[in-house]
Nanobody
Framework: QVQLVESGGGSVQAGGSLRLSCAAS????????LGWYRQVPGKERDRVAI??????TSYTTSAKGRFTISRDDKNTVYLQMNNLKPEDTGVYYC???????????????WGQGTQVTVFS
C-alpha cells in the first residue's frame, strides 16, 4: 500500500506562484513514477507533470516553462508553479504509479487532492 498526502494549494492572483507538496509513504519500490494531475468540474483528470525514479520529467504543453516537478530522496514530490493563469485552476491530485514488474501494469495510487484557484 502507498499513502499520498498533499499540501500547498490555495488561492493566488494571476502571475503568482504556488508550491504543491506530496509526501509518499509505503512500498513504492525502485521504479515508481510520481506525478501531478488536475481536474476541473465536469472534465477528466489530466496529467500535468510526472517524474520517474531516475529523475526524468515530462510536462503537459501548458505547464512547460512555468511548472517544475521534483522529488527528493524521501519520495516527496513537489510541483513549483510560477506565472499562474486562471486556466490553471482546479483540484490537483498527486499520483504514484508503482511498478512491480515492467511487464505488468503499474498500481495507481492517488492523494486526496488540493484546490488551486487562480483569479485574475
Amino acid at each position: 500500500q502507498v499513502q499520498l498526502v498533499e499540501s500547498g494549494g490555495g488561492s493566488v492572483q494571476a502571475g503568482g506562484s504556488l508550491r504543491l507538496s506530496c509526501a509518499a509513504s509505503g512500498r513504492l519500490g525502485s521504479m515508481s513514477i510520481l506525478g501531478w494531475y488536475r481536474q476541473v468540474p465536469g472534465k477528466e483528470r489530466d496529467r500535468v507533470a510526472i517524474i520517474t525514479a531516475g529523475g526524468a520529467t515530462s510536462y503537459t504543453t501548458s505547464a512547460k516553462g512555468r511548472f517544475t516537478i521534483s522529488r527528493d530522496d524521501k519520495n516527496t514530490v513537489y510541483l513549483q508553479m510560477n506565472n499562474l493563469k486562471p486556466e490553471d485552476t482546479g483540484v490537483y491530485y498527486c499520483n504514484a504509479k508503482v511498478i512491480i514488474r515492467p511487464i505488468e501494469p503499474p498500481y495507481d495510487y492517488w492523494g486526496q487532492g488540493t484546490q488551486v484557484t487562480v483569479f485574475s
